[in-house]
């Protein structure tokens, strides 16, 4: 907590002359944003106090529903104890709704302060608006327990070496695998921590009537190549580098390996994955009908609640491709707050941003999203079976890259990537997998040339 600066001390102690100790600031709000009527002599002339704690609102759009509004309300309350005028509005969208309001506000209507999400799509935002988003280094570098943010958690947070997300909250994924599938008896020694037995146990898992592996790949067919190739083998420069420079031909073997859970002899991938999108991975994971699945630290308790539908399971290390023994857990992104260059109370904001690191705030975000910043905050004794492998220090989080805002053609790079990766996926053999590999290599490689 920072201590109150002589200025506020003076204003204190001009309110407690004016207005009694047990009265409230003139010109202050409560946690609904609500002004107080003035008495005596402020309601008649005012006074200089009052003109300084006029009502400040700082408005905020988060994705999501309302149940993720008591880490806004902790974090205000904080404020509220040195900035008693300071209160928050936020509000709650879908993320397609919040996505195109939030360009539509950063681009010309304005009007909010503060925008929450994940931070690749704030960082999309701020590609899109051409840098509408300002830089945050100086708020996170000046705000109490910022030494909670990692190097990893930095890498996701910003674009052309500025922070642009304020951090909130980790979004972290392990592999999943099931333990009650009758004829599957998941021992030690089979634990799907290299790529050999994650295969031989997906295979298992079809002989025994259900899918071996599910991801969603209808609406990111690039995040399995994330999952293994970071998370497991600790590789940064999955498929571009910060040049940028093709790195497909440099990854080619674990390319076509992972294109062949899909389209080859090796295949153990839920047929339907080509289609899918969130929900549908979701509800076959829930339905007890896969073998092995991604979970995240956002999902783990609920899954393991036993009305869950998803069965016995465990938690581990994403696969190393190499035998490296370098598995971790891969940080997908970060929950932040994002601030327009056109936000009308940009100071306040500012303000706000500097508790959403505080004590009460971090509980709030890990009671209500599951996740938070500091690991300090959460009870180890109260984590579900499946919790405790993310809150485990001893086990390495390698985070996705993060290309957003490095070059103006990123778009045009990714859509060619994802694009090619989704026709590679139709190969009927090895060598139209290595065919594809080939011809995405060279797509990239065009696309850059032609933008030089």
Not at 23 to 50: C, H, L, M, R, V
Not at 169 to 192: F, I
Not at 267 to 292: H, L, R
Not at 396 to 421: N, R
């Amino acid at each position: 907590m920072r201590k109150r600066t002589t200025a506020m001390l003076l204003i204190t102690a001009m309110l407690i002359t004016a207005c009694g100790s047990n009265s409230a600031p003139p010109g202050s709000t409560d946690t609904k944003g609500e002004t107080p009527a003035k008495s005596g002599a402020d309601q008649d002339t005012g006074t200089s106090a009052a003109a300084v704690l006029d009502p400040v609102t700082i408005t905020i759009w988060y994705e999501g529903n309302d149940s993720r509004l008591p880490f806004f309300k902790a974090a205000e309350a904080e404020m509220q104890k040195e900035y008693p005028n300071y209160s928050i509005n936020a509000v709650t969208f879908d993320n397609a709704t919040l996505t195109t309001k939030a360009l539509q506000a950063v681009t010309t209507n304005g009007g909010v302060d503060l925008i929450f999400n994940e931070a690749s799509r704030l960082l999309v935002t701020h590609q899109q608006s051409n840098g509408g988003f300002e830089a945050l280094d100086d708020v996170l570098a000046a705000a109490p327990n910022q030494e909670k943010v990692t190097d990893a958690d930095k890498k996701v947070i910003s674009a052309n070496g500025q922070i642009i997300a304020f951090p909130i909250n980790r979004s972290v994924n392990g592999l999943g695998y099931k333990t009650d599938v009758p004829g599957v008896e998941v021992t030690a020694e089979k634990v799907p921590d290299t790529f050999e037995k994650f295969v031989a146990l997906g295979k298992e898992y079809q002989l025994a009537g259900i899918a071996g592996w599910t991801l969603h790949l209808g609406t990111s067919p690039d995040q399995i190549f994330n999952l293994f190739i970071t998370g497991g083998n600790g590789q940064n420069d999955v498929w571009i580098n910060s040049v940028p420079e093709s790195q497909i031909q440099k990854n080619a073997k674990y390319f076509e390996q992972l294109i062949g859970l899909y389209s080859g002899p090796d295949a153990i991938w839920d047929k339907d994955a080509i289609n899918e999108d969130f929900s549908a991975m979701y509800t076959k994971i829930q339905s007890g009908s896969v073998g092995m699945f991604r979970v995240g630290n956002w999902n783990a308790a609920g899954w393991d609640q036993p009305d869950s539908g998803v069965g016995e399971y465990e938690v581990t290390t994403w696969p190393s491709l190499d035998n490296s023994g370098k598995g971790g857990l891969f940080l997908g992104g970060v929950r932040g707050l994002a601030m327009p260059k056109n936000a009308p109370e940009k100071e306040a904001a500012k303000v706000f941003l500097s508790y959403c690191l505080s004590e009460a705030a971090q509980k709030a975000s890990f009671d209500t999203m599951g996740s938070c910043m500091d690991y300090a905050v959460v009870d180890q004794n109260q984590l579900s079976k499946n919790q405790k492998i993310f809150f485990d220090s001893s086990i390495p989080i390698y985070p996705s890259d993060s290309y957003v805002g490095s070059f103006t053609y990123y778009p045009e790079l990714l859509e060619t990537y994802e694009k090619g990766l989704t026709g590679a996926y139709q190969a009927k053999d090895e060598a139209e997998i290595k065919a594809a590999v080939e011809k995405l290599h060279e797509d990239l490689n065009r696309v850059i040339e032609q933008n030089k």
